[in-house]
Nanobody
């Protein structure tokens, strides 16, 4: 089994920054990929960004690229999400996900393990 734990959520004013972190532990594989999703109240869970198993390839939801940056420390099985110029529309629960097969796409079904989520609230 793989355990996924997020941290770093909180409340920030619009225009501010926040950095989320996620650690995968347990029976982790060297070829698994990691991703961030978010779910706003009343909406479906949506892809934010993903990073390949070796950290070399990153993918973003198009309208977030430029403000959000995903990075990975493979040696520590951790992934971070740096969020800048935050907007009230970014308010959501942010989830970290792991794909055993190394998928980096948007569909939720590509990911096998999920964290509990961390709340990000951006005030106007």
């Amino acid at each position: 089994q793989v355990q996924v734990q997020e941290s770093g959520g909180g409340v920030v004013q619009a225009g501010g920054s926040l950095k989320l972190a996620c650690t995968a532990s347990g029976r982790t594989l060297s070829t698994f990929s990691m991703a961030w999703f978010r779910q706003a109240p009343g909406e479906e869970r949506d892809f934010v960004a993903s990073v390949s198993w070796n950290g070399l390839y990153t993918y973003y939801k198009p309208d977030l690229e430029g403000r959000f940056t995903i990075s990975r420390d493979g040696a520590k099985n951790t992934v971070s999400l740096q969020m800048n110029r935050l907007e009230p529309e970014d308010t959501a629960v942010y989830y970290c996900a792991v794909s055993k097969a190394g998928h980096t796409g948007r569909p939720l079904y590509e990911y096998d393990y999920w964290g509990q989520g961390t709340q990000v609230t951006v005030s106007p």
